[in-house]
């Protein structure tokens, strides 16, 4: 049985070394096609996707409960969580106090939920707002009933479709469907957000 050399153990060295150097090049060429927060997509949030050519931030006007008009880019500067929600939509119902809860949580000068109602009338939201004592939310109403299909792409086009957009304006990923917005997992993701973006 023959003995290691010196030799055969400089090799067996460098050939590891230059696995691991090709390992770490190709887990991050590959992790370059994903968001930043993907891996924030599990339990709660397993439907966190990034898209891979995201549209730009609509700006449709808006109206708030009291009449007054604003657009998306009026809240450039902090992290924001956009839901579309309409009350016929029975998935957006059930979500609407864990939206409620997480702005309650973590709204700020640096976080917002902004949840903008698709419904046909501006009569029905501001009712089921009151109703649901949905506080800690402001109320934000879509005239024109487009903002949604602006940013829903062909993949998904159904309600709730919520979408976390950074500073700037840029969306960062979505989730199309209803999640716990109060969960372990959704408070990760929006502190990763908070702290990246």
Known sequence: ??????????????????????YVIFSSFVSSTHGPLDSYAVGEMSKFRTVPEPP???QNTLVTDTGEELTLADKRGKIVLVNFWATWCAPCVVEMPYLNALEGRYGS???????ISMDRRIEEPLAFFEERELDNLNFYFDPGMSIAFNVMGSANRGLPLTILYDRNGQEIGRVAGEAEWDSPEAHALIEAALERY
Do not use: N
């Open 1 to 22: 049985m023959k003995t290691p050399t010196l030799k055969t153990g400089i090799i067996t060295v460098v050939g590891i070394g230059a696995l691991g150097i090709l």
């Open 56 to 58: 730009e931030q609509p």
């Open 109 to 115: 000068d640096e976080f917002e939920v902004v949840t």
